[in-house]
């Protein structure tokens, strides 16, 4: 690189030599001079350094375009999870990873994070939110169980929510009757993007253990 760089300095010089003495009348000064010689030096060091500049421009695009090959290998990796175009999506999970106990009263509705989870094809489920995310545009179905272990108020209620939207609910009053428990179900249409979760009501709560009462679970019937 530097042998380039000096016999790019040399040329230049003897271009500007060669170029004084074509135009002798009008640019002799420099012909023959140091000066010529500085002035083409200066202006091909300029170059260089734009050229540098350039290139370390190119070395850090090439660098966010291998990131972004690297992100297209791992999108074309969930691809093919898909079995000749037709996505696979399954999932089923329970509420507590471990232990037992009430979730909830909260003061606000909230999502249930069904920890447990037994199958995830597609990974459209989301356990750390409870929110299950459409990968395609299709038709699902979703179910979800709720228990009420004969606790004091409040009272279990629960509701599948698709977009924030209430589909179908399960609800339950304390009382002096044991072991409650109840389910539902929907099939739906869900858009790209879609999502459906159960929805814990406002003050309510529902109890689980190692029996995993509590569960959501959801598929794709069929893409549209
Ligand atoms: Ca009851």
């Known amino acids: 690189m530097k042998k380039i760089a000096v016999l790019i300095l040399a040329f230049s010089c003897c271009l500007c030599q060669v170029q004084c003495n074509e135009n002798h009348d009008k640019v002799c000064q420099c012909s023959g001079s140091t ?116 606790n004091p108020t409040p009272s279990s209620v629960v509701s599948l929510m698709k977009n924030g939207v209430r589909l179908t609910s399960v609800w339950d009053t304390a009382g002096s009757d044991a072991n409650d428990m109840g389910s539902n179900a929907v099939v739906i249409h869900l858009e790209e993007g879609d999502n459906a979760y159960v929805e814990l009501a406002a003050n309510r709560m529902v109890y689980d253990d190692s029996m995993n009462y509590n569960t959501f679970s959801g598929f794709l019937l069929f893409t549209m």
């Open 35 to 150: 000066s010529c010689c500085d002035i083409s030096l200066t202006s091909v060091s300029q170059t260089l350094g734009a050229v540098g500049e350039k290139v370390a421009n190119m070395a850090e695009k090439i660098a966010l375009l291998e990131a972004k090959l690297q992100d297209t290998g791992k999108e074309v990796l969930e691809l093919r999870s898909l079995t000749g175009g037709r996505p696979q999506v399954a999932f089923s999970a329970a509420l507590l990873a471990s232990g037992s106990g009430d979730t909830g009263p909260f003061t606000s509705a909230t999502p249930l994070k069904y920890k447990r989870v037994f199958s995830n094809i597609g990974s459209s489920y989301n356990p750390s939110t409870g929110i299950f995310t459409a990968i395609v545009k299709g038709t699902y179905f979703f179910r979800f169980s709720m228990f009420n272990n004969l």
